[in-house]
Structures are given as structure tokens and as C-alpha cells.
């Protein structure tokens, strides 16, 4: 088995993941979203010093597997560094203590392989990875064999989310709230601008739209509970149409293949809805994590982790560094 970690922002987790049949054998995540909504968004130092708490209460549990486990697995790129720091260095421990190889995962491969766990992987596939700290769409052929099509030129998708509900005042994390309450709104209310529009540029960009929406709620000054539902309606549907022409220009572009889309902003089930039309007319199948996978977890950690010790892809102990802006090669 591989003992997986991932504490790459403010979701403290463990993973314990069988090498042979994928099985997931124990997984438990600790969130800290009620720790950080009063400050409206992620303290890094704070939600380092919840890892240093839940890591070792988590691996407490996860005790009587450590006798079969053969390597263990720690997202150590991209993410916050003392968060990453955190779980780099309980992984360091466990490997040199039990004497076992160490793997370090990139956690946008991990969203990946959210797709494969307790899985074989299917692939190739285009990818849609949408999240807090990332939009792009991938080329990925195999574990090692990855290309970024499109990447986003300023925020993420699911940043601008959180944006525009600390905007409103609605707390953090800012996605949910929105997804919830567009769907009491009207979408034509405010004809928000869909970014780069008018561009063939195979990018993103959400400040343009961001600022739009915070022009109009500059101009209500007193918003009443239906002004922000119209206001989180419009929003979302300029946002998931700027990721549907993308994506719909990068399948008229290149070959077709199967779509999928990954990241913690892929549980939203407006943009689910949409892609799932558009793949529909493309004539493309569409795959997506479960929704218990789609936010940061060790259990994809623990299933891109299988693909790297299958391939002997080891890193000493020593060696293994914490990349907070790592991404791709």
C-alpha cells in the first residue's frame, strides 16, 4: 500500500491507497474552512499551524496500515510553502522511519487522477483542471506525458468565485455561496462581459469580468438579497461560457478526444450541466471525479502516487523540495 499526504492549502488529509487493485483503504480529510471564513479567505500561517494539529491525529488513525505500506506519496508542489512544508516533512519521517521510497507528487496531477481513483486510467484525455488556484485545459496522455493547451492569464476560475463573493459579503469559500444563490437569480439581468470573447488567444482571464461585477455592485450601493442573486446568476454564466468557448475551440483545433474535467470548481453543476450539452453535440464522452474527490484530497494524491512507483519514480528524502509555484514542465 502507499500512505498518501496532501496539505497543499487548507485541507489537511490522509490517504492509504492499495498498489496492486487501486483500492482505497482509509481516507479521512480534515477541512478548515470554519477557521478561515472570518478573515474572508486562506491565512496561510494559521492553516499551517491547523496541519501541524490534524496531520498526526489523522495518521493516528490510519496506524494499524503502516506495516503493509511499501512507499509513501506528499503533494509538494504548487500550493501555499508552509502549508506544503507541513506534509513534505511528516512525509520525510514516515519514509525514512519505516524505511520505505518516498514519492513527490504534483497536485494538478493529483486532480487528475481524481478521475482514476479505485480505477485503472483511461486515458488520453483533454482536461478541464478548474479550482481555486488554477484554470487550464491539458493535453494528458499518460502520467508523465502532459501538455498545457490553455492556462488562465490573471485569476482562476474558482478565485474570481471567492472574489465576487467577498465582493457581497457573502464569507468564504466564495463558490458554493455563488453556485447557491444564481440559482434564484436571473442570468440576464446583467450582461456581464465574456473575457477574450473576440480573441482566437486558447487562454483565460477573469479580472475583466471581475471588475465588471464590481462596477455593478458599486452602482446598487444597497444590495438587496434578489440584486445579488441576479448579480451571482449573470456572473457564473459569463464565467462557465468563457470556459465553454475555450474548450470548444481547443476541440475544433485539435483532434477530438474524450473531455473531463477536474479541480475543486468542477463540482459546480451549472458548469457540469453545460459541458455536458456541449460534449453532447461534440460527440465526446465526459467524465468527471466524484464530488467527494473534487476538492484537495490524499486519496488522488495516493492514486497519481501508484503511476510514479509503478515507474520507480523515487526521490530521497533529502532531496525532495517544497515548488509553492510549480506547475508544469
Do not use: W
Request: net charge neutral.
Amino acid at each position: 500500500m502507499i500512505l498518501s499526504i496532501e496539505s497543499s492549502c487548507d485541507d489537511s488529509s490522509i490517504a492509504i491507497t492499495g498498489i496492486g487493485d487501486f483500492k482505497l483503504h482509509f481516507h479521512k480529510k480534515i477541512s478548515q474552512e470554519l477557521e478561515h471564513s472570518r478573515y474572508g479567505g486562506v491565512v496561510p500561517e494559521l492553516a499551517s499551524r491547523l496541519h501541524a494539529e490534524a496531520l498526526p491525529k489523522i495518521l493516528e488513525e490510519a496506524r494499524e496500515f503502516l506495516p503493509h505500506i511499501k512507499a509513501v506519496a506528499v503533494t509538494n508542489e504548487p500550493g501555499l510553502s508552509v502549508t506544503l512544508m507541513e506534509g513534505v516533512m511528516m512525509a520525510k519521517a514516515l519514509s525514512m522511519g519505516l524505511g520505505v521510497p518516498l514519492i513527490g507528487v504534483n497536485h494538478l496531477v493529483g486532480h487528475i487522477y481524481s478521475l482514476f481513483i479505485e480505477q485503472k486510467e483511461r486515458l488520453p484525455k483533454r482536461v478541464l483542471l478548474v479550482s481555486g488556484g488554477h484554470t487550464m485545459i491539458l493535453d494528458v496522455k499518460g502520467y508523465k506525458d502532459m501538455e498545457v493547451l490553455a492556462t488562465t492569464l490573471d485569476d482562476s476560475f474558482g478565485e474570481s468565485f471567492d472574489k465576487v463573493a467577498k465582493m457581497m459579503g457573502l464569507g468564504y469559500p466564495g463558490g458554493p455561496v455563488i453556485e447557491r444563490l444564481a440559482r434564484e437569480g436571473d442570468e440576464n439581468r446583467f450582461d456581464f462581459p465574456v473575457p477574450l470573447k473576440n480573441s482566437k488567444k486558447l487562454a483565460f482571464s477573469f479580472s475583466g469580468l471581475k471588475n465588471a461585477v464590481r462596477l455593478a455592485i458599486g452602482e446598487l450601493k444597497n444590495l438587496s438579497q434578489k440584486d445579488m442573486a441576479d448579480i451571482a446568476a449573470s456572473f457564473q454564466k459569463a464565467a462557465v461560457t468563457h470556459l465553454l468557448q475555450k474548450s470548444k475551440s481547443v476541440c475544433e483545433k485539435l483532434e477530438p478526444r474524450d473531455f473531463a474535467i477536474v479541480g475543486g470548481a468542477s463540482a459546480n453543476l451549472y458548469l457540469r450541466d453545460k459541458f455536458e450539452k456541449l460534449c453532447g453535440e461534440k460527440g465526446l464522452g465526459l467524465e468527471f471525479a466524484k464530488m467527494e474527490f473534487c476538492s484537495d484530497n490524499a486519496a488522488m494524491i495516493g492514486r497519481a502516487a501508484i503511476e510514479a512507483y509503478k515507474a520507480g519514480d523515487f526521490i530521497d528524502p533529502k532531496e525532495l523540495k517544497v515548488l509553492p509555484k510549480s506547475c508544469f514542465t
